[in-house]
């Protein structure tokens, strides 16, 4: 996949993550954001232009 492809999936995945995190679904909502940190690793931050694209912690 391309990085703009990546990003919009990561996006996706975040706004489902938000959906879970309000509907107190936790353990969802974890997993989610996971799996977009994962994707994230798979796209090199650097190309993009960008310090970080992760959310804070």
Sequence with gaps: MDE???MEC???IRAAAKF???AGMLAYW???L???DQLLE???ISTL???DLRPNA
Excluded: P, R, Y
Aim: proline fraction near 0%.
């Design 34 to 36: 996971g799996v977009a």
């Design 49 to 51: 232009g960008v310090s």
């Design 10 to 12: 990561v996006a996706h």
């Design 30 to 32: 974890a997993s989610l």
């Design 42 to 44: 798979t796209v090199d």
């Design 4 to 6: 703009n492809t990546i």
């Design 20 to 22: 879970c995190e309000d």
